[in-house]
C-alpha cells in the first residue's frame, strides 16, 4: 500500500510534456536542443542561454548571448521570445540595452508573455499567473472576469506541463481576483466555497505544495480543509496531525492567517487525547514528518 505522502505526490496525473517544458539540459546537451523540424528552440535550450549571459542582481554581462537571443526570436521563435520577455522583466538594468525604461520594459514583457499565453505556452501561462493582476487588467483594458478566465485556462495549461507553482493556482481557484489578499484570507472565506469541483481541486494543489515542497502555508492550509470540511471530509484527526506539523515547521507570529489559524487548531486538538492517543493520528503524523523541509 503505498503511503500517505506518495499518494499526495500522485494526485495531479501525469501528462506527457511537450516541447516547451522540457526539463533544464546541461551544456553536454545543448546540440539536442534544437528541434530537427524547424529550428526553432527547446525551452531548456532558451533558459541555459539566459543562465549563462547573465543574472538578476547584475543584469546582462554577455551582449552576444542576449543579442542571439534577439536574432532568434524575430524568426518567430516563441521559446527565444518568451526567454527575451523573461530576461527583459527580470534582469537588473536589461531593459536599458533595447532602449525601454523600465516602465516600457515591463508593459512590452507583459504583452508577450499574455499573447504567447493565448498560443498555450506553458511558462508565459505561469508569467501571467504571478504577474499583478491589476497592472495586467489596466495595460490589456480587459474586465476581472476576462482576467480571470485567462488565469483558470492557464493554470490547467501549467499543470499539464508540470509547473509547480502550486500554492499561486490553489490561491486563485479559492479566492480568484482577491488572491493577492491571500495571506489574510482563510478557506471560509473562498469565493468559490460552494463551487465544490474548483475547491476540491485547489485543496488537492495545497496538498501537493505541502507534500512536494514542504510549504508551512500550504499545510496550514491542508490543516484548515481538514479541520472546516471544505474540498475534503470534514476530519479532525488528519486536521490535528497537520496542525501538529504545521507548528512544527513555521513561526506562531506569521504574517499569514492561515498559519496562526493552524496554532488554534493545534491548541485546541492537542487537548483532545482520544485524536493524540488514537493508532490513526500518529500512524499519519510520522508519514508527514517524512515530508521535506522548506
Known amino acids: 500500500m503505498k503511503s500517505y505522502i506518495s499518494f499526495l505526490l500522485c494526485l495531479i496525473t501525469s501528462i506527457t510534456v511537450n516541447s516547451y517544458a522540457q526539463p533544464l539540459a546541461t551544456k553536454v546537451q545543448e546540440k539536442k536542443l534544437l528541434a530537427t523540424n524547424n529550428?526553432?528552440?527547446?525551452?531548456?535550450?532558451?533558459?541555459?542561454l539566459a543562465k549563462e549571459l547573465g543574472n538578476l542582481s547584475y543584469?546582462?554581462?554577455?551582449?552576444?548571448?542576449?543579442?542571439?537571443?534577439?536574432?532568434q526570436k524575430n524568426k518567430g521563435d516563441p521559446n527565444a521570445l518568451y526567454i527575451y520577455a523573461y530576461v527583459l522583466r527580470y534582469y537588473n538594468n536589461a531593459n536599458e540595452?533595447?532602449?525601454?525604461?523600465?516602465?516600457?520594459?515591463r508593459i512590452e514583457s507583459n504583452n508577450i508573455f499574455w499573447e504567447l499565453a493565448e498560443n498555450k505556452h506553458p511558462q508565459a501561462c505561469?508569467?501571467?499567473l504571478n504577474t499583478n493582476e491589476q497592472e495586467l487588467m489596466t495595460q490589456r483594458h480587459i474586465t476581472r472576469q476576462q482576467l480571470l478566465d485567462k488565469q483558470l485556462l492557464c493554470i490547467e495549461i501549467a499543470l499539464k506541463n508540470?509547473?509547480?507553482?502550486?500554492?499561486?493556482?490553489?490561491?486563485?481557484?479559492?479566492?480568484e481576483l482577491k488572491h493577492d489578499e491571500a495571506d489574510q484570507l482563510l478557506l471560509v472565506d473562498s469565493l468559490n466555497i460552494n463551487k465544490p469541483q474548483l475547491i476540491e481541486k485547489a485543496v488537492n494543489l495545497y496538498k501537493?505544495?505541502?507534500?512536494?515542497?514542504?510549504?508551512?502555508?500550504?499545510?496550514?492550509?491542508?490543516?484548515?480543509?481538514?479541520?472546516?470540511?471544505?474540498?475534503?471530509?470534514?476530519?479532525?484527526?488528519?486536521?490535528?496531525?497537520w496542525a501538529k506539523l504545521t507548528t512544527e515547521r513555521s513561526n506562531i507570529n506569521s504574517n499569514f492567517k492561515t498559519i496562526r489559524n493552524a496554532y488554534l487548531v493545534y491548541a485546541q486538538l492537542n487537548q483532545d487525547k482520544s485524536i493524540q492517543n488514537s493508532e490513526e493520528f500518529q500512524k499519519l503524523y510520522t508519514e508527514l514528518q517524512k515530508i521535506p523541509k522548506l
Open 208 to 241: 501537493l505544495c505541502a507534500a512536494k515542497k514542504g510549504d508551512d502555508i500550504c499545510m496550514a492550509r491542508v490543516t484548515e480543509a481538514y479541520y472546516e470540511g471544505i474540498g475534503v471530509k470534514k476530519d479532525k484527526i488528519k486536521a490535528a496531525a
Open 39 to 48: 529550428s526553432y528552440w527547446t525551452i531548456d535550450y532558451a533558459l541555459q
Open 126 to 128: 505561469n508569467e501571467i
Open 97 to 105: 540595452n533595447i532602449g525601454l525604461t523600465v516602465e516600457q520594459g
Open 162 to 175: 508540470h509547473l509547480q507553482d502550486y500554492d499561486i493556482y490553489a490561491d486563485i481557484l479559492t479566492f
Open 59 to 71: 543584469g546582462i554581462t554577455d551582449i552576444e548571448k542576449f543579442n542571439q537571443i534577439i536574432v
